[in-house]
C-alpha cells in the first residue's frame, strides 16, 4: 500500500539544473508546474487527455538529438531536462510567433493564454504572414464561434468529444486547410450541440467564448458558489460586473471536476429578472 510518505513511485530528475522529483504518471511539464517551473503550453490542459500538438512546451532533454513535447513525456531518473536554455527557448519563442502570426488581429477575450505567453517572450507581432481568416458564427444563442482566433490545439474537441462525451466538434482536412468543424461543417446553432460549453472553458485563445462578447468585460469580481439547480452540487464561479452575473465557469470539486451542465453555465439570467421575487409572499384571507 502507499503511503504519503512512500516515495517508490518516484523518479528523481534535473530540471534547469535543480534537482526535482515526479510522481508516477506525471509528465515533465506537471512536475515542471508542481515546482514552479514555467513552460509554455497551449494544447495542454487540466483534466484532458494530452495531444502534444501545438509544441509550445518543447525541452531539451540531455542525450537527446530532438527537443520533446514536455506535456506528454514521463521523466525517468536521472534525466536532465532544460526548458530555458538557448535552443529550447528559440524553439518555443518560434512555435508562440507562427500562432501569433495565424491569428486574427481581433480580442474576443482578456483571458488569451496565447496573448500571455506571447507577452512573455515579448512577442508583441509576428514576422510570419497569417492565413485566411474564417468569419465568425453567431447562430448559437449561447456561444460565440470566433474561428480567426482558434490555433487548432483541439482542446475544444477534446473536452467535446472525451470529457462531455457529445462528439459535436471534430478536426477536419489536413495540412493547411485544417479546420475545427460542428457535426459535419455546419453552424454551430445548426449543429447536435447541446450548449454545455464546456468547449467555451477549454479554449484558450477566445476562439469560443460565451455570446455578446462579455469575454471583453473587465469583470469586477468572482463568486465562487454552487449550481442552484439539481441536488449534484456542481462547484462553479460567477464573474460579475456592476452587481449583474456576466458569465460562469466550472471550478474543480468532487461532483463535477469542473464541468458544468447548459443549466449551471447559462441558466443565470434568472437572477436579474425584473420578475423574479426578491422578498417572501404571504397568502392573507380575503
Known sequence: MTTATDTSDQVSFTLNDQRVTATSGETILQAARRNGVDIPHLCYADGLATAGNCRACVVEIDGERVLAPSCCR??????????NNARA??????????LRGEVGEASHTNDSELDHWCGQYDLAQSRFGGRHQPKGDLSHPAIAVNMESCIQCTRCVRACREEQNND???LAFRGAHAQIVFDLGDDMGASSCVGCGECVQACPTGALMPAGDVG????DKKVDSVCPYCGVG????????DNEIQFVTGRNGPANKGRLCVK?????????HPDRLTQPMIRKEG
Open 264 to 272: 449551471g453555465r447559462y441558466g443565470f439570467d434568472y437572477v436579474s
Open 168 to 170: 459535436v466538434i471534430g
Open 74 to 83: 514521463a521523466p525517468t531518473e536521472g534525466m536532465k531536462v532544460s526548458s
Open 216 to 219: 471583453l468585460k473587465k469583470i
Open 234 to 241: 456542481c462547484l462553479l464561479t460567477y464573474h460579475v460586473k
Open 89 to 98: 527557448r528559440r524553439s518555443q519563442s518560434l512555435v508562440l510567433e507562427l
